[in-house]
């Protein structure tokens, strides 16, 4: 039987991903996100969910422009503290010392050191609640050579995405392959 607990902000997992933006000083900003994934495929859009208190909701509002970073493994210390400290105070690269590289599609920083981004422009701005969503059209994707396999495809393996379990407040590596889409369900048809 199943337990009723109520209504809660968890699905598993999570992503764990970097929102860089500029200000409108033109300096870089990053924060974590976890509110965020593909939410269509033609034209293709990533939507993120933001409180209004954050630097990077009026870096968005403002510059109409954002990146999404796909951290791996070894980068999860940085991710963590671009979800603790506020852009408002601190200059987030510095402390990190990860690298801003200027898009040259949208007016938004991405990160040198993670091994893919997506560099969208935002098409539509929700209001829903404590949060507001910013869907933003992809208009491209950068990687790492080192993370593409034949026929542009990234493998998962090689980046070693970091994942984020809201409830519980952990991150975690990705778990092993288990098969492959519209193939191992196929014994029951």
């Known amino acids: 039987m199943k337990k009723s607990i109520g209504p809660k ?6 992503p764990a991903f970097v929102v860089a933006t500029y200000g409108k000083d033109g300096k870089a900003n990053a924060m974590t996100a976890a509110w965020a994934g593909i939410c269509c495929s033609s034209p293709p859009c990533i939507a993120v969910s933001l409180r209004k208190a954050t630097a990077t909701y009026s870096n968005m509002v403002t510059q109409k422009a954002f990146t999404i970073n796909i951290p791996s493994e070894n980068l999860v210390k940085v991710v963590d503290y671009f979800g603790i400290a506020t852009g408002k105070e601190v200059d987030k690269f510095e402390v990190t010392g990860v690298t801003p590289v200027k898009s040259e599609l949208v007016n938004a920083p991405y990160i040198m050191e993670f091994p893919f981004v997506l560099e969208c422009r935002v098409i539509r701005i929700i209001e829903i609640g404590l949060h507001t969503q ?4 992809i208009m491209d994707i ?3 050579d080192s993370i593409i396999g034949d026929e542009c495809t990234l493998e998962i393996e090689k980046v070693k995405p970091v994942m984020y379990a809201p409830e519980v407040r952990k991150y975690f590596g990705m778990g092993r392959f288990l098969g492959k889409v519209f193939h191992i369900g196929r014994d029951l048809i």
């Open 142 to 144: 950068k990687a790492d």
């Open 134 to 137: 910013f869907i933003g059209e």
């Open 9 to 14: 902000t968890i699905v598993f997992p999570a």
